[in-house]
């Protein structure tokens, strides 16, 4: 059985990082330990008041006393973290518990819509570099791929700055890129998977209002397929297919406007993943 770590934070309420990701990759049959990044009340988009509690200087011994137990992963998947110290810590952890030949999969999770997330600021980003010039595949949406490059932000772009984002992230030494929320049409939205064997890209449905989440959903699902066997493009595919579910169940109600109802159409990845 393949065994993950996945790092990133505790927002106890607001169905996004591990409150996401324990589930879905656990259901897709992927033992899941994780490492909490931080424990928040809630996520920071659209609830104010909300507690933060940094755990960066945890990291160094709970990193000790795995190497003492002699704890290894077969890959990491990293997500929002809490704080710039803390992406050195996890450089470390995954030099010290990753197999030989285990993953490293990095979503940059720090902006969206054009802007870094609150707390978030331009040094946290040149860490983020580093991060993801070290992983194995990052999943960045335009925005955050926008930051880690330095290009323009765009929200119309047509297929050249497209290609000039993935350009600039290879160049960073980021090996393989998943970018989300590529839409070259009102109606429609994608996900490019660019690798050693060129550009590949998944077409789907476009909603009007996007929900809250979904990048978190989007990065565990494709976790947990690619770790169950799928290809990355395929991995990619379910994924994309699983969020369309997950928003089409949740859109149009609006007491739910903080995540998505990933729970009930879990099952619909798990069939896609072992069909
Ligand atoms: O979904 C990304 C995310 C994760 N964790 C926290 C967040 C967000 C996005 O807003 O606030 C705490």
Redesign the pocket.
């Known amino acids: 059985m393949t065994r993950i770590l996945t790092i990133q ?1 505790i ?1 106890c309420v607001g169905q ?2 591990l409150t996401v990701a324990l589930p879905i990759i656990s259901a897709c049959g992927v033992e899941t330990a994780i490492l909490p990044s931080a424990v ?1 009340s809630t ?3 659209g609830f104010s008041g909300y507690t933060f509690r940094d755990l960066t200087d945890d990291m160094p011994s709970i990193n000790q006393h795995w190497s003492k137990e002699g704890i290894t992963f077969d890959a990491i998947y990293t ?2 973290l809490g704080s710039t110290k803390q992406i050195d810590y996890v450089l470390d952890i995954m030099n010290t518990t990753l197999k030989t030949g285990g993953k490293k999969i990095v979503d940059p ?1 720090m902006a969206d819509n054009g802007s870094l ?1 609150p707390g978030f600021d331009q040094t946290f980003v040149e860490s983020m570099k580093k991060l993801c010039a070290c992983a194995d595949i990052i999943l960045p949406n335009i925005t955050e791929a926008s930051l880690l490059t330095g290009l323009e932000y765009k929200e119309v772009y047509d297929e050249a700055y497209i290609q000039s984002l993935l350009e600039e992230l290879k160049n960073l030494g980021c090996k393989n890129i998943v970018l989300t929320g590529v839409s070259y049409e009102p109606s429609t939205t994608g996900v490019i998977v660019c690798d050693e064997n060129g550009i590949q890209y998944y077409k789907h449905k476009k909603f009007e209002k996007g929900c809250h ?1 979904t ?2 959903v989007y990065a565990s699902s494709f976790v947990g397929a690619y770790l169950e066997g799928k290809s990355m493009f395929e991995a990619a595919t379910i994924a994309a297919n699983y969020c369309v579910e997950c928003i089409e169940n949740t859109q149009g109600d609006k007491d739910h406007w903080y995540g998505v109802k990933f729970e009930p159409v879990l099952y619909k990845l798990v069939q896609a993943i072992h069909n």
Do not use: E, I, K, Q
């Open positions: 934070d927002s996004c990082s928040l996520h920071t988009a997500g929002y999770a997330y989440g990048g978190d």
